[in-house]
């Protein structure tokens, strides 16, 4: 893997994780208030995906199947 493919890969899914974010009921969330998602967001996001990848998909399953 070329470190361009590493960069798009990232790319696409910071890209998705925009998409997800600018959903209302996403935006709206209690857990959500008080954080931004600028620049440097989504700059790191890009960078250190697989870390980004992994933290996103434990709280995607945490959040419908794991009821507290």
Same mark, same amino acid.
């Given at each position: 893997?070329?470190? #361009? =493919?590493?960069?798009?890969?990232?790319?696409?899914?910071?890209? @998705?994780?925009?998409?997800?974010? %600018?959903?209302? %009921?996403?935006? =709206?969330?209690?857990?959500?208030? %008080?954080?931004?998602? %600028?620049? *440097?967001?989504?700059? #790191?996001?890009?960078? @250190?995906?697989?870390?980004?990848?992994?933290?996103?998909?434990?709280?995607? @399953?945490?959040?419908?199947?794991? *009821?507290?």
């Amino acid at each position: 893997m070329s470190i #361009l =493919n590493y960069f798009f890969i990232g790319f696409g899914f910071t890209f @998705i994780v925009d998409l997800l974010l %600018g959903i209302e %009921g996403i935006k =709206n969330h209690p857990k959500m208030k %008080g954080h931004s998602w %600028g620049m *440097k967001e989504r700059i #790191l996001c890009i960078i @250190i995906w697989p870390l980004s990848v992994l933290i996103f998909t434990l709280a995607f @399953i945490k959040s419908f199947f794991i *009821k507290w």
